[in-house]
């Protein structure tokens, strides 16, 4: 894999109305013709997104709405679309131009403030107006915040914006959760116990294997790959045991059946659920396992969207454990991507994948709709530990 994917990037996304310029800001600021410009209002009909590096930030995702004003059935279709990427977006830059009415960007300001997303100010076609330091001044009196003054068309003030960008996402970034650093020191030994899934497309490694490997390389440890059918080779070749065994949820049995008494074990998916997620939340919702019966209802959600194989984790495995638990046909949906339904109050629980395709931020606004609504939510790897009963040995 050669580049970042888009689940450790900073999504920075960009909101105002229909004609504000942000499809021509998207532009200006990637250096491309991203997105499509045009004088004819609602042009940009689905969120654009493009992956480019900013010096100081990092690999960032920089994504154009369609606007928050549009109007009729298409319209509203659009900007429900919007309304999707709040859950995932960990910047906000709210685009506006010198009209004087802010009403609207306050109104959607306010909707990415609820859910911790700082906004920074944009004013866009001040080429425009005979006095920009007097249209910046309306607009600073009216969101409390002093404005960038940008012209996204002539490409004037972008460098002071990624400037102020710079500044404005420190806190997003220093919100990042590692992987696997904090269990280990270095020179520490980990073996990576990694069944090769058939969902895995030929010659790859998924990507919870790929960056929790990174990371240990990162804090320069030795790191030992191998399959289930190898970890006693694997073992045998080490003269000491290993400081820790991370593997597949699905494997924990095999593993832990021949895991030295001095190496702790975890799995990708635990790993992740702390990563992505909120793993105090996790263990605490998977112990509400034991309460499901034949006519309890739950949902299984997986970020990404494969074609499922013949044992599907999510829409095979799990449901199987999860029936021989609760001693009956309890109920099972299953959503993929970024459908999630609004209403979680028909299910008694909710378990998502390990969620390697989100970002931190997305898992978050899941996590935080689950607990608005009372229903308990785990991952993959948590409820597969408690229902094997090794959830107390494992390391979090």
């Given at each position: 894999m050669n580049v970042t994917p888009n689940s450790n990037r900073l999504h920075i996304t960009l909101y105002g109305r229909r004609?504000?310029?942000?499809?021509?800001?998207?532009?200006?600021?990637?250096?491309q013709e991203a997105a499509v410009v045009s004088p004819v209002a609602g042009t940009t009909t689905d969120p654009v997104g493009r992956a480019m590096e900013i010096m100081g930030l990092g690999p960032c995702l920089l994504t154009d709405t369609p606007g928050f004003d549009d109007e009729?059935?298409?319209?509203?279709?659009?900007?429900?679309?919007?309304?999707?990427?709040?859950?995932?977006?960990?910047?906000?830059?709210?685009?506006?131009?010198?009209?004087g009415d802010y009403s609207g960007e306050l109104q959607w300001a306010e909707l990415l403030r609820d859910r911790g997303i700082?906004?920074?100010?944009?004013?866009?076609k001040v080429d425009l107006v005979h006095d920009p330091c007097q249209a910046?001044?309306?607009?600073?009196?009216?969101?409390?915040?002093?404005?960038?003054?940008?012209?996204?068309?002539?490409?004037?003030?972008?460098?002071?914006?990624?400037?102020?960008?710079?500044?404005?996402?420190?806190e997003a970034v220093a919100d990042e959760v590692d992987i696997v650093?904090?269990?280990?020191?270095?020179?520490?030994?980990?073996?990576?116990?990694?069944?090769?899934?058939?969902?895995?497309?030929?010659?790859?490694?998924?990507?919870?294997?790929?960056?929790?490997?990174?990371?240990?390389?990162?804090?320069?440890?030795?790191?030992?790959?191998?399959?289930?059918?190898?970890?006693?080779?694997?073992?045998?070749?080490?003269?000491?045991?290993?400081?820790?065994?991370?593997?597949?949820?699905?494997?924990?049995?095999?593993?832990?059946a021949?895991?030295?008494?001095?190496?702790?074990?975890?799995?990708?998916?635990?790993?992740?659920?702390?990563?992505?997620?909120?793993?105090?939340?996790?263990?605490?919702?998977?112990?509400?396992?034991?309460?499901?019966?034949?006519?309890?209802?739950?949902?299984?959600?997986?970020?990404?969207t494969h074609a499922p194989a013949s044992e599907d984790i999510g829409r095979v495995k799990l449901p199987r454990l999860l029936r021989q638990r609760a001693g009956g046909e309890l109920c099972v949906t299953v959503v993929a991507g970024k459908d999630f339904p609004d209403d979680l109050s028909p299910y008694d629980l909710v378990i998502h994948c390990g969620a390697c395709m989100f970002n931190r931020r997305h898992v978050l606004n899941r996590i935080a709709q689950a607990?608005?609504?009372?229903?308990?939510?785990?991952?993959?790897?948590?409820?597969?530990?408690?229902?094997?009963?090794?959830?107390?040995?494992?390391?979090?």
């Amino acid at each position: 894999m050669n580049v970042t994917p888009n689940s450790n990037r900073l999504h920075i996304t960009l909101y105002g109305r229909r004609n504000s310029g942000k499809s021509s800001l998207l532009n200006a600021l990637t250096g491309q013709e991203a997105a499509v410009v045009s004088p004819v209002a609602g042009t940009t009909t689905d969120p654009v997104g493009r992956a480019m590096e900013i010096m100081g930030l990092g690999p960032c995702l920089l994504t154009d709405t369609p606007g928050f004003d549009d109007e009729g059935q298409l319209g509203g279709l659009r900007t429900r679309e919007t309304r999707l990427t709040l859950e995932r977006a960990d910047v906000a830059m709210m685009v506006c131009t010198p009209t004087g009415d802010y009403s609207g960007e306050l109104q959607w300001a306010e909707l990415l403030r609820d859910r911790g997303i700082p906004v920074l100010w944009v004013l866009n076609k001040v080429d425009l107006v005979h006095d920009p330091c007097q249209a910046s001044s309306r607009l600073e009196e009216a969101c409390g915040q002093r404005p960038v003054e940008v012209s996204a068309l002539r490409r004037w003030g972008i460098d002071r914006l990624l400037e102020a960008l710079r500044s404005f996402a420190c806190e997003a970034v220093a919100d990042e959760v590692d992987i696997v650093r904090h269990l280990v020191a270095e020179g520490d030994t980990v073996l990576l116990v990694m069944p090769q899934d058939p969902q895995a497309p030929r010659g790859r490694l998924i990507l919870p294997q790929v960056q929790t490997l990174r990371e240990l390389l990162d804090a320069r440890c030795l790191a030992l790959c191998c399959t289930v059918e190898g970890m006693r080779q694997a073992l045998s070749s080490l003269s000491v045991p290993p400081k820790l065994i991370v593997t597949d949820s699905q494997a924990f049995a095999e593993v832990k059946a021949c895991k030295p008494p001095e190496s702790r074990l975890t799995s990708f998916s635990v790993l992740f659920a702390r990563h992505k997620g909120d793993i105090g939340y996790y263990m605490a919702s998977a112990r509400r396992i034991d309460e499901l019966g034949p006519a309890s209802h739950v949902l299984i959600a997986e970020a990404c969207t494969h074609a499922p194989a013949s044992e599907d984790i999510g829409r095979v495995k799990l449901p199987r454990l999860l029936r021989q638990r609760a001693g009956g046909e309890l109920c099972v949906t299953v959503v993929a991507g970024k459908d999630f339904p609004d209403d979680l109050s028909p299910y008694d629980l909710v378990i998502h994948c390990g969620a390697c395709m989100f970002n931190r931020r997305h898992v978050l606004n899941r996590i935080a709709q689950a607990r608005r609504q009372g229903v308990p939510m785990t991952n993959y790897g948590i409820a597969i530990a408690y229902m094997k009963g090794i959830l107390d040995e494992v390391c979090v």
